[in-house]
T-cell receptor
């Protein structure tokens, strides 16, 4: 079992719709959770971080964390073609500063 | 956030040679990390570099192949030694910054390496 799992996609949504990206992790001691966006040929860019159960909203982005289910998600409202990218879920374990990444979900927003 | 630069941005190298990648940060940071992203894959941690101590390597990565220097709190280098085509990847450095009481990692622009 991979430590961090994501559906590789592509996830295709029409412009203006809500895109829902999901991630599960295997290690219960994981403490911090991050979503990065990576455009083709570019380095990862931090979108959201979340540390506590529940929802965290930032503009069009909402991160959701459920530690009991070991599940973290990212919702993108009013999706735009510029949101088309690969979204990487990353997890930070207790006592360890380095991140473990999922394989990423490719999102395509259709105009 | 943090402003991170890497040199070179890309290179094409011959099998058996070595390449040193530089990473410069605009502020002092305790920890720097080196990741590899092979074509179509996600990021894999190579090693963690602390200033003044030996780098800590992840399983599958060894110092002889990927020597790392960390001479001060704003700079690190990663050398890819005795390269083979399997080393063709993007190499990324990242830093850990404390923002609003939480630790967050920021990435440099990456070095795209092609080994022929």
């Amino acid at each position: 079992q991979k430590e961090v799992e994501q559906n590789s996609g592509p996830l295709s949504v029409p412009e203006g719709a809500i895109a829902s990206l999901n991630c599960t992790y295997s290690d219960r001691v994981s403490q911090s959770f991050f979503w990065y966006r990576q455009y083709s040929g570019k380095s990862p860019e931090l979108i959201m971080s979340i540390y506590s159960n529940g929802d965290k909203e930032d503009g069009r982005f909402t991160a959701q964390l459920n530690k009991a289910s070991q599940y973290v998600s990212l919702l993108i409202r009013d999706s735009q073609p510029s949101d088309s990218a690969t979204y990487l879920c990353a997890v930070n374990k207790a006592g360890r500063r380095a991140l473990t990444f999922g394989s990423g979900t490719r999102l395509q927003v259709q105009p | 956030s943090a402003v991170i630069s890497q040199k070179p941005s890309r290179d094409i190298c011959q099998r058996g040679t070595s390449l040193t990648i530089q990473c410069q940060v605009d502020s002092q940071v305790t920890m720097m990390f080196w990741y590899r992203q092979q074509p179509g894959q996600s990021l894999t941690l190579i090693a963690t570099a602390n200033q003044g101590s030996e780098a800590t390597y992840e399983s599958g990565f060894v110092i002889d192949k990927f020597p790392i220097s960390r001479p001060n709190l704003t700079f690190s280098t990663l050398t890819v030694s005795n390269m083979s085509p399997e080393d063709s990847s993007i190499y990324l450095c990242s830093v850990d910054k404390r923002m609003a009481s939480t630790d967050t990692q920021y990435f440099g622009p990456g070095t795209r390496l092609t080994v022929l």
